[in-house]
């Protein structure tokens, strides 16, 4: 039975392919099975014929192996060449279809059960059958498909007669013992084949698997009373007079084509797939929106998405590049940018009508009448989005973003992202939802210190990263640039100016307002690099901060301020300000000397925040020097001896307060202090998830305008800073989540891993079409489909195998599967025990072809070594590629639960009749000569699931034979590992 899909990668040559069987082979779906099968004898002159093997007798009717009969007493779970030494003879009476077999069975009371005859499972698993028991009592039901338990089990006891419909005829056994103690059964034993030791060589092994058995069952209550002087060790033997009727009816054989054609079989082209990426399995929403409402099947996004945006809003068009230029580089889809005009209600002139055809995504500006096009029971729609929210409705042909203004419509765009996903068959669709949405916060910031490389390293952060987790402000750390006013102070490092500027365009292509910070008064180590401007050092021993009462130092500093402010054109300029005593002496130089040290701060902040108010730029600065020690857990520095926090009642309440605080604490009671005195305020975190998350439930509980997220990873460090500290671009993903929506939640109970999440959005996905098409074997034709015998196979088989429908991936590999839920859409070819199927298929390509993947199994087992069939592939200048089938190589029955031999077998695909989901086995490859095979689906996982396998076996024709020529091409060479080879 071959289950086969077919999967054929581009590229060696055109060709036509021929399946060839010696056994039964199954096709499901897609492509070849093979398989060839022994003709039934017509002409014989007896219908039964007899073999002596090993220590029995080989029954067969016509060419089908029946029945072996034992005439040792086999010890139990012993190959039939193992014996007590005990045996019998047995004579045979054929008459026509009715078979009489009399013994006279010896065995040993000690035996709980001896196997007088085994029966060929191939014909009876998953066959109804009726029994008659020796009391009177009825018992039917369905043979086992496979054995229940380790052991042997029982069927049917007290056995009187037995009913089977076969796969190929009706089988009518009847019994007849003639001793009082024991009884016969019917019982389901463990895979057995007859032992290859046979008395004559000229007589070969039969190839049937013994799967059921005939015993007799004696227990020592049954046997005859011993005398007491016997030994429990000696075994006492008993006779019996067996006699076996045997009938058998083969069910009538149609005639049938030797060889099936397909010359339309169905293609499937998988340019609209994309190789698999296990982390898209799922849609990450991350931030987390406010409201997320699932609704019906999801949109499939085929390989062509037309984006459209609101014609009357062009700024618009800016959100819709960004979404195709995602979509391109990470899925790998064509856009087509289009306007679109909502045209009016005919009905209501002041109405538009807001529909799409399929395969569009629309941006558009949020209006009153926009709900009035849609279902309300979809979402609640009565709410309008405010600043930086949207609305999301995605159908299943369509999808539509509303913005509440442009940053909105851009955030939507990132929050449609999120709701797509691959499946494993490479399909990206987009979840159907409503989704309703706003952020807590206004303003949600990142901190990063820059250098040479921040346009590189913070321009794929700014795109991968920060946009899509939704920040809107980049507080860049920038005093060491390469300053035209200062050059001496640049370091081998330093960023240039046209570097800033393209940072600069990069953030706000992506909605992210930059704000330039310049240390000054504190951390000024920057400005007296290389030895420059030692004179205005405070402390000349420890230059730290410079002189607040030299006119010179305003002169050097409001330049380099005019140099950043023409560079980043900000709205917000940070002064830094933080940790100022932490280092030398303050108020330490002549001019300071005597002066109250909260009066040289304030005077400093007060003068630079003049000169910045006189070019239209807002002040920010760190609170952690305005803050006595109590006022905060921690970054409370303002207290003795120097008490700079005085310093905050002499400053003006329009400059906005960065109050950061890195430690985990219950209460940033700071946070409160800054809203009661009037300050514009913002916390800031670094690293650590729970100070993050606890700092930004106060925050917002207080009012504060927003929060930042800070970045320590040291100057120049920008080549090295993800592989050094992970951990603080790690948490730039919990930031986004509680900076947009503040919540109780523990950050470590988030519904994904924040380090996959990042790692996700930094490395990609950048996932490649698929190539190369499938093929699907339909239906047969219409004699084949409605014959009954092969409806009866099938039908045992499909009730267990539930494959998933459609596409079926394994190993980087698409195999079309459709939907199976027909029996008689199964490709079957030719066998033993299904004579009136087709001997071969041919199937006519025509397309340029270097390797196929096959997904198939036999309907039965046989011996491992058994060629079953083969695979011919005829090319358009005659050359002839044949790949043999061997049993236990590169195929297996559904039901064999044996690995590949010399494995080039891994588990592909499985299911159960418990509707098991798809799983993917990953064990160890091997090559065989130009094939590989692999188990390509199995429920052996699931407990008490008869087991069900599918084999797939990719075949590489470049490494072929040619039997055209009657060579080989070259000797076995190894495969290289099967995933991501290229041109594939």
Not at 125 to 152: K, M, V
Not at 755 to 773: M, N, Y
Not at 934 to 949: G, Y
Request: overall charge positive.
């Amino acid at each position: 039975m071959l289950t086969h899909v077919l999967n054929c990668s581009t590229g060696y040559g055109r060709c036509n392919l021929r399946i060839i069987t010696q056994t039964s082979l199954w096709l499901i779906c897609m492509h070849l099975a093979c398989n060839a099968s022994a003709q039934v004898n017509t002409t014989a002159k007896s219908l039964w014929h007899f073999q002596r093997i090993a220590d029995g007798v080989l029954v067969k009717y016509e060419d089908y192996e029946l029945i072996w009969l034992c005439e040792r007493a086999v010890e139990r779970d012993a190959p039939p060449s193992r014996h007590n030494g005990v045996s019998w003879q047995w004579n045979v009476e054929p008459k026509g279809a009715i078979l009489k077999l009399h013994s006279t069975v010896v065995i040993s009371v000690s035996n709980e059960s001896v196997h007088i005859a085994l029966l060929n499972r191939n014909l009876l698993r998953g066959c109804r059958f009726a029994a008659l028991r020796t009391d009177g009592s009825r018992e039917h039901g369905e043979l086992p498909i496979a054995p229940e338990s380790a052991n042997d089990s029982i069927i049917v006891d007290s056995l009187c007669k037995l009913y089977v419909r076969t796969v190929i005829g009706e089988l009518t056994i009847e019994v007849n013992l003639s001793a009082t103690h024991g009884r016969i059964a019917l019982m389901h034993i463990r895979k057995r084949f007859i032992s290859t030791d046979v008395e004559s060589s000229e007589v070969a092994p039969p190839t049937a698997p013994w799967g059921f058995a005939i015993a007799l069952r004696y227990t020592i209550s049954d046997a005859p009373s011993r005398s007491s002087s016997i030994k429990t060790t000696v075994a006492t033997r008993i006779s019996s007079n067996l006699e076996l009727t045997i009938k058998f009816t083969p069910f009538r054989i149609e005639a049938t084509p030797q060889v099936h054609v397909l010359r339309n079989a169905h293609k499937f082209a998988s340019t609209d797939l994309v190789q698999w990426d296990s982390r898209l399995e799922e849609a990450f929403l991350v931030p987390r929106p406010r409201t997320v409402k699932r609704l019906g099947p999801p949109f499939n996004i085929g390989p062509t998405v037309t984006i459209r945006w609101d014609g009357s809003q062009p700024q618009l068009k800016s959100v819709a590049q960004q979404l195709a230029r995602w979509l391109q580089e990470r899925y790998g889809r064509i856009i087509k940018l289009r306007t679109f005009i909502a045209p009016q209600d005919s009905a209501t002139n002041n109405t538009h009508v807001w529909r799409l055809p399929p395969d569009n995504i629309l941006i558009a500006l949020w209006r009153n009448d926009i709900p009035k096009s849609f279902p309300s029971n979809f979402g609640n729609w009565s709410f309008a989005p405010p600043s930086e929210g949207y609305v999301i409705y995605t159908r299943p042909r369509c999808a539509y973003i509303f913005g509440g203004d442009i940053a909105g419509a851009f955030y939507g765009a990132m929050t449609l992202l999120g709701l797509m996903h691959v499946t494993s068959s490479g399909h990206v669709q987009l979840s159907s939802a409503f989704v309703w949405d706003a952020p807590a916060f206004k303003w949600r910031g990142v901190h990063l210190v820059a250098d040479d490389y921040s346009i590189v390293f913070h321009g794929q952060l700014l795109k991968r990263v920060l946009a899509p987790l939704r920040f809107n402000k980049l507080v860049l750390e920038c005093e060491y640039m390469r300053w035209d006013s200062q050059p001496k102070l640049a370091q081998s490092w330093s960023m240039p100016k046209e570097h800033a500027r393209q940072l600069k365009r990069i953030a706000e292509d992506n909605f992210i307002e930059l704000i330039p910070l310049v240390q000054s008064l504190g951390h000024c180590e920057w400005l007296f690099a290389n030895d420059q401007n030692v004179d205005l050092a405070e402390d000349k021993d420890v230059k730290y901060a410079y002189c607040p009462s030299n006119p010179r130092t305003y002169d050097v500093l409001f330049k380099i301020f005019d140099e950043a402010i023409s560079t980043f054109q900000p709205r917000y300029f940070h002064i830094g300000h933080d940790e100022v005593t932490n280092r030398g002496r303050f108020g330490w130089c002549p001019r300071c000397r005597g002066r109250p040290p909260y009066q040289l701060f304030a005077d400093d902040v007060m003068r630079i925040y003049r000169y910045l108010k006189s070019k239209g730029i807002n002040v920010m600065m760190w609170g952690d020097m305005l803050l006595f020690p109590g006022e905060a857990s921690d970054a409370a520095l303002g207290g003795p001896p120097y008490e700079i926090a005085l310093a905050r009642t002499l400053l003006p309440r329009d400059i906005t307060i960065v109050d950061w605080h890195y430690g985990i604490s219950r209460r940033y009671p700071s946070i409160w202090l800054w809203k009661r005195e009037g300050f514009p305020v913002i916390g800031a975190t670094w690293y650590h998830w729970l100070n993050i998350a606890g700092f930004a439930r106060e925050a917002y509980q207080a009012g504060a305008l927003g929060m930042l997220q800070t970045t320590w990873t040291g100057f120049g460090n920008n080549r090295i800073a993800l592989r050094k500290f992970p951990e603080q671009f790690v948490a730039h993903v919990v930031a986004s989540e509680f900076f947009w929506s503040p919540s109780n939640r523990s950050p470590y109970d988030l519904p994904y891993d924040p380090t996959e999440f990042f790692d996700l959005l930094w490395q990609g996905p950048h996932i490649e079409p698929h190539r190369g098409f499938c093929i699907a074997i339909r239906k047969m034709d219409d004699a084949l489909r409605q014959d009954k015998v092969m409806r009866r196979m099938f039908a045992s088989a499909l009730k267990l195998i539930q494959v998933p429908k459609h596409w079926l991936r394994t190993h980087e590999t698409l195999l079309w599967l459709g939907d199976r839920r027909d029996s008689s859409d199964i490709p079957l070819l030719r066998g033993k025990l299904i004579p009136n199927a087709p001997q071969s298929i041919e199937i006519q390509l025509n397309r340029k072809v270097r390797e196929l993947v096959f997904l198939h199994a036999t309907a039965f087992e046989v011996k491992d070594g058994t060629v079953v069939g083969a695979y011919e592939v005829v090319t358009d200048d005659g050359r002839i590629m044949r790949l043999p089938l061997i049993y236990g190589r590169n195929i297996r029955a559904w039901y064999d639960e044996a690995p590949l031999q010399d494995d080039g077998g891994l588990p592909m695909f499985s299911g159960s009749k418990r509707d098991a989901p798809a799983q993917l086995k990953d064990t160890s490859r091997q090559t065989n000569w130009q094939f590989q095979a692999f188990t390509a689906w199995s429920n052996r996982e699931l407990s008490n699931a008869t087991p069900v396998r599918l084999w797939a076996c990719r075949w590489e024709l470049a490494r072929c034979t040619d039997e055209h020529h009657g060579e080989a091409k070259g000797d076995p060479i190894a495969h290289p590992p099967v995933g991501n080879q290229p041109g594939r």
